[in-house]
C-alpha cells in the first residue's frame, strides 16, 4: 500500500517539516572512499553474538557479514549453500548429511571444520543454552563428525523448514575458542571481520582478505546508530552516512524524487503486532482480547504510523507468504462491539492497562494512536517509553507487562505460539499440537493446510492485537548498488553492495 498522498492535515505537516529541514540544510551528500560505506541504523545491538539474543539489531550488524550457517538465506528468501557447499538428505527425512567448505578460517586464523559444527549445536542444545530460539533446533537427536569435512546430523522427528532453520542468525557456525567472547569481540567466518565496537556511537568492520569465498566489494562498513529520524534525515543530507537500510516513513518526502537518493521500497518479515499478556487478568478473557481487537482501526494505524507503507494482518503471518489466508476481517473495527464484549466480560466501565513501547517510530505512533482508539471503548491506557534494552529485559525476559507493540521480523514465526513460556503466556494445547504436525510435515499442500489453520486459531483467539506487515523503506546514496529491497531474514547483508562510480 503506497501512502496517501493527500494525507491528513497532520501528515501534511509533518511533511512540510522536513521538507523545510530538507531546504535548510541544502547539503550535498559526500561519498565514503568508494570501497568504504556508512550505514545509519536506528537501534544499538544489545551483543553481537546471534546465537545468544533475541533482538533484531545483532543479525542487523553481524548475519552473513561476520557469521555464516550450514545455509544461507537469499534476498528471495530461498535456501543457499553456506558453508556446507552440498548436502544429502536420507529416505525418512531424519538423516542430513554436510559436505562442508574446504579452505575456510575464522578471522582469528583458526581452521573450520566439522568439530566446529559439532560444538556450535551442542552448544544450542546444551543445558546452558541461551540461544533464543533452541526450539528450532531440539529435533537434533545426534551431531556426528564423519571426517573434517563432513558432518552428519540426526533428527528425532521431520522438520519441514530445517535447511531454513539452519540458515538463521540462531544457527551460524561459532568456534570453540572464541565463542564465549561473540558477545563483545564476534569471531566468525564471514567475509567481513569485527575490527570495534564504540559503546552508542558505532561498530566497525573490515573485508577479512583470506574469506574463502567470493570477496565482496567493501573493504569496510560501519554502522553508525541514529536513533532518532530527524537525526537520520540530517546525517543523510550532510553525507555523514551512505544510507540507511530502514527508514522513517514520515520523512521519505525529503528524499523522493531526489536524484541524489535512492529510496527503496520493500517488505519485510515483520508482524508488527499490539503484544498481549495472555496470563494475566483481564487479558486472559478471551472477550476482553475479542474487544480490543473489534476497537482497532487498522486503517488509521496505518496511515498514522507508517505513512500508509504498512499492509494489515489479522493474524501473526506474512502477506507474502504462499501459505498466507487474509483473516483481517475476523473482529473488523466495531467500537459498539468492543464495549458489549467488555460488558459481558464483567467490565461494563472499561479497565486500565499499561503499553510499554520501545523507541521505534512505529510503536510509539501506533501506541498513541491505540491508546485513542481505546479510549472510545473505555480502555485507559498509560503510555511507558522505554529504552530497548529494559524492554527486552522488562517485556519478553521477564513478562512484566500488559500490552506492548513491537514488529517481530523473523521469517516463519507463527511457532513461538505453541510456547506457553514465550512473553505472550498463550496455553493453546490443539495450536501445540498443530505446530507439532506442520513442523514434522514436508507435503507442500499439507503444511500450507497447516499453516492457515494454525493462522485462523490465533485470529479466532484474539491472542493478540494485529496491526501491520512491517515495511522496509531504505533510503541509499544514489551511487551505491546491491542492497536489498526485501528483508526475507533479519540482517543487513554487505557482500553484494557496491559503488557504481
Partial sequence: MRPDKQGTSMQAWVKATWLA????????????????VRIGVALEPPILDP???AAEAIDIVVYQNVFEGLTRVDQNGAVQPGLATDWTISDDGLTYTFTLAD???FHDGSTFDAEDVKFTFDRILGPDSVNAHKEFYEAIESVTVIDPLTV???LSRQIGNFLFDLGRGDAVIVAPESADNNASEPIGTGPFAFVQWDRGSRVILERYEPYWGEAPALTRATYLFIGDTAAMTSALLAGNIDGTNNFGQEALAVFEGNPQFTVLVGSTEGETILATNNQKAPFDNLKVRQAMAHALDREAIIKGATYGYGTPIGSHFAPHNPYYVDLTGTYPYDPEAARALLAEAGYPDGFSATLKLPPLAYARL???IIASQFAEVGIRLELINVEFAQWLEDVYSNKDYDLTIISHVEPFDIGNYANPDYYFGYDNPEFQALIDELNGTTDDAQRRELAVRAQEILAEDAVNGWLFQLPQTGVWNSKLAGMWPNSPIEGLVLRDIHWTE
Fill in 366 to 368: 501506533s501506541g498513541q
Fill in 51 to 53: 546465537t545468544a539474543g
Fill in 103 to 105: 579452505g575456510v578460517t
Fill in 21 to 36: 529541514a530538507a531546504l535548510a540544510t541544502c547539503a550535498v551528500p559526500a561519498m565514503a572512499q568508494q570501497s568504504e
Fill in 152 to 154: 552428519e546430523l540426526k
